[in-house]
């Protein structure tokens, strides 16, 4: 059974100030806490409504009622099993390799499918604008299925952290040069941007080459690709052409 002080310590991590202040956040489902698990990362505790196996000793795992479940989780449908780890220590990367940034990424699903595409792909650096949504969001978190402890994630000025490169900087934009006509590099810097906006003006200015994935439609009418569908397109390519 849950004391209130336990439910009402796991429920604040909902809110991101919470999670900075304890350097913790929620996983849910088995799939996920085990790939978890089975990381660098450290386990705080795991609570369960039945007895599950992972490998990990008894006295870090508390059975609760399904009812006391619902309490603390951030499913609509609590998935048997919530746990609570300790964050990984990313630091800004140094290495010339290729790399994604992310200006002002909101979207949970979004940011969580990019680092698996990142972990899919081999990328191990994903810069992300202080505005990104925080990678240890429930719904982000759920989305990686595991991948965020492979995939090195630092919060930065993205603006200052470009200025500061050496390194090329690719930005997806609808005017820039066909991505299937383009000489790609091993290493530099792909942005992706904003569900809505795009690459913001700032960002755009520290650009240093532009691409684009070409329509092939007949009519021609769709405005955008969903960002997380835009970065799957266009790490292929660049794997490919290397």
Same mark, same amino acid.
């Given at each position: 059974m849950l004391t209130k002080n336990q439910i009402k310590y796991i429920t604040q991590l909902k809110q991101k100030k919470f999670r900075d202040l304890n350097k913790v956040f929620v996983a849910e489902g088995f799939k996920v806490i085990n790939e978890l698990?089975?990381?660098?990362?450290?386990?705080?505790?795991?609570?369960?409504?039945k007895q599950l196996n992972f490998t990990i000793s008894k006295e870090f795992v508390t059975e609760i009622t399904e009812a006391d479940l619902k309490k603390i989780s951030s499913l609509t449908?609590?998935?048997?099993?919530?746990a609570v780890f300790k964050m990984k220590e990313d630091k800004l990367p140094q290495v010339s390799r290729l790399k994604i940034a992310l200006d002002n990424v909101r979207d949970p699903g979004n940011l969580g499918t990019i680092i698996r595409l990142c972990d899919w792909f081999g990328i191990t650096d994903l810069i992300c604008s202080n505005e990104t949504v925080d990678? =240890?969001?429930? /719904?982000?978190?759920?989305?990686?299925?595991?991948?965020?402890?492979?995939?090195?994630? $630092? =919060?930065?000025? #993205?603006?200052?952290? !470009? /200025?500061?490169?050496?390194?090329?900087? =690719?930005?997806? $934009?609808?005017?820039?040069?066909? &991505? =299937?006509?383009?000489? !790609?590099?091993?290493?530099?810097? *792909?942005?992706?941007?904003?569900?809505?906006?795009?690459?913001?003006?700032? &960002?755009?200015? !520290?650009?240093?080459? /532009? *691409?684009?994935?070409?329509? $092939?439609?007949?009519?021609?009418?769709?405005?955008? #690709?969903?960002?997380?569908?835009?970065?799957?397109? &266009? !790490?292929?390519? $660049?794997?490919?052409?290397?």
């Open positions: 698990l089975n990381s660098t990362l450290q386990l705080e505790h795991i609570y369960t409504t449908t609590p998935n048997d099993c919530l990678v =240890y969001n429930t /719904k982000v978190v759920q989305a990686t299925m595991g991948s965020l402890t492979r995939v090195n994630i $630092f =919060y930065t000025n #993205l603006a200052d952290y !470009l /200025k500061d490169t050496n390194e090329p900087v =690719y930005g997806t $934009f609808m005017d820039g040069t066909n &991505i =299937y006509k383009t000489d !790609l590099p091993t290493s530099g810097i *792909i942005v992706m941007g904003n569900e809505a906006n795009g690459i913001s003006a700032e &960002i755009e200015a !520290l650009v240093t080459a /532009k *691409i684009a994935i070409p329509r $092939f439609g007949d009519i021609q009418q769709t405005e955008s #690709l969903n960002v997380a569908t835009a970065t799957a397109i &266009i !790490l292929s390519e $660049f794997k490919r052409s290397n």
